[in-house]
């Protein structure tokens, strides 16, 4: 599966983002999705996930102002971003789990000035 990240820019502290990620099929069977995060000198980190009990992980960093969602009919999941901070500037990738294969986006810069 193929997995196109878009949606990053340049946003002010306390500004808001929405990322998409389109996925080349049907993610209706793909439970494991989720966005990941890479900052300069820093490893990539999870960032928002719906795991395969079906439920939602978030970063502790951004619970309460970053929100996962998927559309399956669209076959895209999107990552809303509310009161974001510098330290949340990094590249952001999409992620999907499939059996025992892991894909991977090319990512999206996402950049907040203070």
């Known amino acids: 599966v193929q997995l196109q990240a878009s949606g990053g820019g340049l946003v002010q502290a306390g500004g808001s983002l929405r990322l998409s990620c389109a996925a080349s099929?049907?993610?209706?069977?793909?439970?494991?999705l989720g966005w990941y995060r890479q900052s300069p000198g820093k490893q990539r980190e999870m960032v928002a996930a719906?795991?395969?009990?079906?439920?939602?992980n978030y970063a502790n960093s951004v619970k309460g102002r970053f929100t996962i969602s998927r559309d399956n009919a669209k076959n895209t999941v999107y990552l809303q971003m509310n009161t974001l901070r510098p330290d949340d500037t990094a590249v952001y990738y999409c992620?999907?789990?499939?059996?025992?294969?892991?894909?991977w986006g090319q990512g999206t810069l996402v950049t907040v000035s203070s």
């Open positions: 992620n999907a789990v499939l059996g025992f294969v892991t894909y």
């Open positions: 719906f795991t395969s009990g079906g439920d939602t």
């Open positions: 099929r049907s993610i209706f069977s793909i439970i494991t």
